[in-house]
């Protein structure tokens, strides 16, 4: 997150009666957070079942299992023998929520929730990599093929990155720094698609995989962190990035998740990961030359993903399932957007006023999915509960921000460290 400290001018003001719906929110959910112990489930966590070896390690099989725990309408895994567990990226995402909370209020509790995770993440990092880095802890099979437990991912050991370089802006601890850099070492080495039009990152390290949203969050990263350490090859790389998937957005401002002919699907989340990136990146280098793509992204993403109430779409085409991660990353990204476009803000209030009616349960977890005809209420840990997290703090943040009340926390002490 690369905050601006500054009044958003042009921006409407918003009722303390939203701030307080939301600050109650947050709260809610962080209780029932710690009260599980960050211990959820995921979506794609079928095969921690008793039921994999069944599979042999093979891709469909695997792919059907996944399929049938990710999609029943009622949560079958403690049938299937599956426990709730322990998640890098959501102790990812909710440290990252947590900071930007104390950055706001200097909650001091949040500061400590946030070192936790990131305590927890230095001491579950990937084994199997010199750098740091994380996956998922499970076998998880795609269309492209199987991904070994725990093999890092791209997008997701960006965004923990993100949430190291955070650290170390507001605490100002080296270790963070070491963690974040270390992160920007593994990014390089991954497989790249050299093109005459960009160049792109591979998803993971064991294959070449060429998606948009890893790419650019990969790209977004790689700029951050080189703003923080002066790497002009980090800097060179994450332009090129951009430049990869931006020459591939279409002419209606959306993007495929791949180019591969099998990937030509467009959804919500993976769109806003794009445009967030898009936003972050130009944030970060004061580099105007993909503003272009980011406009017509974000005129497409307005008119394709929400209806009229708030509630966001799945695809651009085709509402069901709702899903918490469309919601949450669409708060996120609208938010991020709403300097550029103050509609951007009011949209973002939407989506969460409608997630919290709709997607949040009395005991403050956040619900999965809306199928229409009825609501699976499994609680995931990521995938609803740390992403709503970091969602809610960024919209706290912006709508602080229309106000012109922001005051970054402990602001001199972070000088004065330096």
């Not at 698609?193 to 948009?212: E, K, P, V």
Request: charged share 20%; proline share 4%.
């Amino acid at each position: 997150m690369h905050r601006h400290h500054r009044e958003m001018h042009g921006l409407p003001h918003y009722s303390i009666q939203l701030k307080h719906r939301i600050e109650r929110s947050l709260e809610l959910v962080r209780a029932w957070i710690r009260g599980h112990k960050y211990q959820a489930y995921e979506p794609a966590d079928g095969n921690l079942s008793w039921l994999f070896p069944l599979t042999r390690g093979r891709v469909l099989p695997m792919r059907m299992l996944q399929q049938i725990v990710l999609r029943a309408p009622v949560n079958i895994r403690p049938l299937l023998g599956i426990s709730p567990h322990e998640s890098a990226i959501g102790r990812g995402y909710l440290a990252w929520g947590y900071l930007l909370l104390h950055s706001l209020t200097g909650d001091d509790k949040a500061r400590h929730e946030a070192i936790d995770c990131l305590d927890w993440l230095m001491a579950n990092r990937f084994a199997g990599a010199t750098e740091f880095s994380w996956g998922d802890p499970y076998e998880y099979a795609t269309r492209a093929g199987r991904r070994p437990y725990g093999e890092p991912i791209l997008v997701w050991t960006a965004f923990i990155g993100e949430a190291f370089l955070e650290a170390y802006d507001l605490i100002v601890d080296q270790s963070h720094l070491r963690v974040a850099e270390s992160i920007g070492r593994w990014i390089l080495a991954l497989p790249r698609q050299f093109t005459d039009t960009g160049n792109c990152l591979s998803y993971a390290a064991h294959r070449q995989s060429f998606i948009h949203n890893a790419n650019v969050v990969g790209a977004a990263y790689l700029a951050h962190l080189a703003q923080v350490t002066s790497s002009h090859e980090m800097l060179a790389v994450a332009k090129s990035a951009m430049a990869y998937t931006c020459s591939r957005q279409k002419p209606d401002g959306s993007w495929h998740y791949a180019e591969d002919r099998g990937y030509h699907w467009i959804d919500n989340f993976h769109t806003a990961y794009n445009l967030s990136a898009l936003a972050n990146y130009r944030n970060t280098t004061q580099d105007h030359c993909f503003d272009h793509y980011l406009s017509r992204g974000r005129q497409f993403y307005k008119s394709h993903f929400f209806e009229s109430d708030g509630r966001p779409k799945y695809f651009h085409n085709k509402t069901y399932p709702t899903d918490i991660q469309c919601a949450a990353q669409a708060i996120d990204t609208l938010a991020t957007l709403a300097e550029d476009d103050p509609d951007c803000l009011m949209l973002a209030t939407r989506v969460a006023e409608w997630t919290i009616d709709n997607m949040q349960g009395e005991d403050g977890h956040f619900y999965f999915r809306d199928l229409g005809w009825t609501k699976v209420t499994t609680p995931l840990l990521h995938w609803g509960q740390a992403t709503m997290v970091k969602a809610l703090a960024v919209l706290l943040q912006k709508l602080a921000l229309s106000q012109g009340c922001v005051v970054p926390a402990s602001q001199e002490s972070r000088v004065a460290a330096r």
